[in-house]
């Protein structure tokens, strides 16, 4: 989706918007439990990566449904993690659009490996939390740039949802790395903070 075109789209969404159509965010903010985690991931020994997409949109929003788990790695890594992951009894299954290679794993689970070399994902990679059980998951502001760069509609309503949520703080930490990284999409990172504030007024 093009800027012009997603402009249009956070104009529709602001004008139909209605005040306290979420649940309130103190239910919203409770501790849960992980949607969808299909299975342990294989041994990736000291490869640096971080779960993104929909498992990791569970740490900011309540769950929502997604069928594979996201790693975001570095470009220069790919050819290491994809033998990792033959190792591990994985078998190529094609290439997502965003870059990197997608892959079937024992007990028919699925994983992309998304193999990006923006200046940003060192950043990011060096920025990424932990769950409690260890596995690295993006932060929210690599989250959301990550996610306006792919820019699909469920990306653009997950970083409404994932801001609605989220404390000042935080919101600040995510206007301050897209200041550095994507200053181009700051108008529409504020679209989507009114649109996801307004879910749980």
């Not at 892959?103 to 193999?115: C, F, K, M, T």
Request: charged share 25%.
């Amino acid at each position: 989706m093009n800027r012009e075109d997603r402009k249009r789209l956070l104009e529709v969404a602001l004008q139909r918007a209605q005040a306290g159509s979420g649940s309130t965010l103190s239910v919203v903010r409770e501790e849960h439990a992980v949607y969808g985690w299909g299975a342990e991931l294989p041994e990736l020994g000291d490869l640096r990566y971080m779960i993104v997409g929909g498992l990791a949109t569970a740490l900011y929003m309540p769950e929502r449904m997604t069928i594979d788990t996201d790693l975001l790695i570095l470009s220069e890594d790919l050819e290491i993690a994809e033998g990792l992951l033959k190792k591990a009894g994985g078998e190529r299954a094609g290439s997502p659009t965003i870059g990197g290679s997608s892959w079937r794993l024992p007990g028919e689970h699925s994983l992309d490996l998304i193999a990006l070399d923006q200046p940003w994902v060192q950043d990011a990679l060096s920025a990424a939390v932990q769950d409690e059980h260890g596995r690295p998951f993006a932060s929210l502001p690599f989250l959301v740039l990550m996610k306006l760069e792919s820019g699909r509609l469920q990306d653009l309503a997950d970083i409404s949802r994932m801001l609605g949520c989220a404390k000042a703080e935080l919101v600040d930490e995510v206007r301050s790395v897209l200041a550095h990284y994507r200053p181009q999409d700051l108008e529409d990172f504020e679209s989507m903070l009114r649109l996801g504030r307004l879910e749980h007024e």
